[in-house]
T-cell receptor, first 112, second 115 residues
């Protein structure tokens, strides 16, 4: 089925470990996004990529890096995980004129 | 700074009750407005959206929302809720800004419908 695929679905890290969250979409969307969802705070934008070859910081970029590998793939990297990064991470994509997002199923990350 | 405010963080209703979830935003320019729903354990899905035209928009599953420009509001309504509407609901506002568009989400409203 067409959509946004995220891996992994669950991950437990120790403080200081690194990891990369993968995201791929097969809808030929130009724009891709990484959000984190925390209770009572809604979704906060970490990084986004308006088009292939470009990336920009969102509201909460500290501690993260991203790579727009090609039009389909947009990865999020935690270089040195901290407990404050315990969250649910969602990748999303959108077409330029549609406005609405298609979300992936999320990655539940726990940093101990 | 642009912001989206959802007035109710938690709402509990009985089946067949009517629902209205408030959403206000702060931005003076042209906006696109959205409501997303997140069922337990699932990802966010689009419920409805407003770009232009009739300010009363209808979405899936019997939901509707009304855009009132003068009040900067986009409230979500449903005449009669069902147990299956138990979910978290997010209002989102997309606005033009330097370099393209930006979408801001509200903090969400958790709805629990009692059978």
């Amino acid at each position: 089925n067409a959509g946004v695929t995220q891996t992994p679905k669950f991950q437990v890290l120790k403080t200081g470990q690194s990891m990369t969250l993968q995201c791929a979409q097969d809808m030929n969307h130009n724009s891709m996004y990484w959000y984190r969802q925390d209770p009572g705070m809604g979704l906060r934008l970490i990084y986004y990529s308006a088009s292939e070859g470009t990336t920009d910081k969102g509201e909460v970029p500290n501690g993260y890096n991203v790579s727009r590998l090609n039009k389909r793939e947009f990865s999020l990297r935690l270089e040195s995980a901290a407990p404050s990064q315990t969250s649910v991470y969602f990748c999303a994509s959108s077409a330029p004129t549609a406005g609405s997002y298609t979300f992936g199923s999320g990655t539940r990350l726990t940093v101990v | 700074a642009q912001s989206v405010s959802q007035h109710n963080h938690h709402v509990i209703l009985s089946e067949a009750a009517s629902l209205e979830l408030g959403c206000n935003y702060s931005y003076g320019g042209t906006v696109n407005l959205f409501w997303y729903v997140q069922y337990p354990g699932q990802h966010l899905q689009l419920l409805l959206k407003y770009f232009s035209g009739d300010p009363l928009v209808k979405g899936i599953k019997g939901f509707e929302a009304e855009f009132i420009k003068s009040k900067f509001s986009f409230n979500l309504r449903k005449p009669s809720v069902q147990w299956s509407d138990t979910a978290e609901y997010f209002c989102a506002v997309r606005s033009a800004w330097t370099g393209g568009f930006k979408t801001i989400f509200g903090a969400g409203t958790r709805l629990f419908v009692k059978a």
